[in-house]
């Protein structure tokens, strides 16, 4: 059985560190586009009767800190790995959880997983990488400003290039395969799944393939494509009554009179937030749970809790246009109540949800300043409300200037107050090529019910065609729901999974034959270098 774990992402976050100010759980942060841990097979991993280190074998390699000045030495980086299917002259299918630690994520080298299908039926061995600055693998003991310097969207990727490059694998002849001698293979999802085609543009001849699932290669600043996927595939009793409360909360935050204002932010058990924008952006948070959503998910997930909570009334549920206004604000107002009670605990409200406090923990390990850092930087996708001529399930009080503020919050000696941050998202797409990439070789796989959606090849803002050089391939599944085998119960998603067995096997094939083709040119060259 393969599994998703359903939690709002506003909610993904680490303990606060010992002598820290609250690293508080903050519904105002945004959600990050990672994808989920899959399951992991009961036992050992076996090849040829001897039995392997357990998936969850934790290894370490030498990276380097700066790789632009390697004279600054290196850090321990942590990855899992496992070759029970490897046969010589197999591929190497590296992935990296992304903006998340590696714990948990071995099911990534197991066949319960793409990454592992694929290496099973080519003959390969499966790596599962943690990112820099996310996790245990840390170039500095903090995430100070300082520190970041080197957490950039080029190291990253430089990352991946020097491990393929340099790495000696826990295994038989582990010093002989690679990248310039065995043909590997980049694969990931959401954030991830960027990685393979940035790094795929910016390093071309390193990985032979790559495979990117849900792959968020466009940086957008103003995303608020992010609710259109969960807006168009969500019930639309449901629908209908959150675009009504927030038009209605929208009317009184700008044109109330201060009482209509408290008496609102009460009903929502926010009484004594001070900023309106905080007020509007934390009605956003019951949506994360969407992305977690997969074919696996039972009646009683997260999400369906929610709408069941505004839309179902004495047993009975409300019409496609639901059940109107009044019935809405006062079931949404009950729900963000006790979401509130769970997420803010024993803390103040107002300290909880303002994005005014500087409160991002710098301890190694709090993914959301990590994160963060590369949203300001570099990506965006700050998740806000539509424009005004658009539904939308978001106030329109939420806008990228609510987001760049939270920059200057976080990062004061990078972004100045007065000048609050923008990402440079024309920069990383026109150096990574987003939603324009032609790099051969690259498999992507998509879901129409994905929130991240229009961040890939298949956003409903272009028109890209699949091609045989560039597939593109479409389910009705979630957020990265094709990286996990379990999900295959859709046969949507098992019509993604099998096509890419079969893209992968013939490039593989086709590497095979490339380099036999080059062998006799290698070693003509070599015997007229020894008569010389």
């Known amino acids: 059985m393969y599994w998703y774990i359903l939690i709002p992402l506003g909610l993904f976050f680490p303990p606060a560190a010992a002598g820290s100010e609250l690293a508080l759980p903050h519904p105002n942060l945004g959600f990050r586009p990672f994808h989920l ?8 991993p076996v090849r040829k009767g001897v039995v392997l280190p357990a998936y969850n074998t934790t290894y370490t390699f030498d990276q380097l800190i700066d790789h632009t000045n390697p004279s600054l030495g290196t850090f321990k980086q942590r990855y899992y790995f496992t070759y029970e299917f490897y046969e010589k002259g197999g591929p190497i299918v590296l992935s990296t959880p992304g903006e998340v630690p590696l714990d948990g994520y071995q099911g990534y080298i197991t066949n319960g997983s793409i990454n592992g299908a694929i290496a099973q039926a080519n003959k390969g061995a499966a790596i599962m990488i943690e990112h820099r600055f996310f996790g245990k693998s840390n170039p500095y003991p903090d995430l100070s400003e300082e520190s970041f310097k080197v957490h950039t969207l080029e190291q990253a990727i430089d990352d991946l290039v020097y491990f393929a490059k340099t790495v000696v694998l826990p295994m038989p002849e582990g010093n002989s395969v690679g990248a310039d ?21 910016a390093r071309p001849g390193v990985f032979w393939a790559g495979y990117s699932s849900s792959g968020v290669v466009q940086a957008i600043d103003y995303y608020w494509g992010y609710f259109e996927p969960i807006r168009q ?26 009482r209509e204002k408290y008496n609102f932010k009460a009903q929502f058990g926010m009484s004594n937030a001070t900023y309106l924008d905080d007020v509007a952006s934390t009605l956003i948070s019951p949506l994360g749970s969407w992305q977690g959503l ?3 998910s039972g009646p009683n997930n997260t999400f369906t809790r929610f709408c069941d909570a505004l839309e179902v009334k004495n047993g009975v549920a409300a019409s496609a246009d639901g059940w109107g206004l009044k019935h809405a604000l006062k079931a949404f107002g009950d729900y963000m109540k006790d979401y509130l009670t769970k997420a803010c605990g024993n803390n103040d409200i107002d300290k909880c949800i303002s994005t005014r406090n500087k409160h991002l923990s710098v301890a190694v390990g709090n993914g959301d300043r990590s994160w963060k850092w590369f949203c300001c930087n570099y990506l965006g996708y700050w998740q806000d409300g539509a424009p005004s001529h658009w539904p939308t399930l978001v106030s329109r009080l939420v806008t990228p200037a609510y987001s760049n503020r939270q920059c200057s919050n976080y990062f004061p000696k990078t972004f100045r107050a007065e000048a609050p941050a923008r990402p440079k ?11 324009n990439t032609t790099i051969p070789r690259i498999f992507f ?11 890939t090849v298949s956003s409903d803002f272009i028109n890209r065609a699949s091609t045989p050089q560039n597939p593109i391939a479409v389910s009705d599944g979630f957020h990265c729901t094709d990286l996990g085998i379990g999900n295959a119960i859709d046969p949507t998603v098992a019509k993604v999974q099998q096509l890419a067995l079969q893209y992968f096997t013939q490039w593989v094939n086709d590497n095979a034959r490339r380099v036999e083709k080059l062998t006799p040119l290698r070693e003509k060259k070599m015997q007229g270098c020894t008569l010389l």
């Open 37 to 44: 841990p899959i399951d992991v097979p009961d036992g050992f």
């Open 181 to 201: 001698k065995a043909p590997w293979l980049l694969f990931g999802g959401s954030y991830a799944g960027a990685l393979v085609s940035w790094t795929m543009n």
């Open 233 to 258: 595939n969500m019930p639309k009793n449901c629908s209908a009554d959150i675009e009504r409360v927030i038009k209605y909360m929208d009317r009184v935050l700008i044109l109330g009179s201060q």
């Open 294 to 296: 997969s074919p696996n």
């Open 425 to 435: 998202v024309q920069d990383t797409n026109a150096k990574y090529r987003g939603w």
């Open 445 to 455: 796989a998509n879901g129409k019910r994905d929130p991240w959606r229009e961040a």
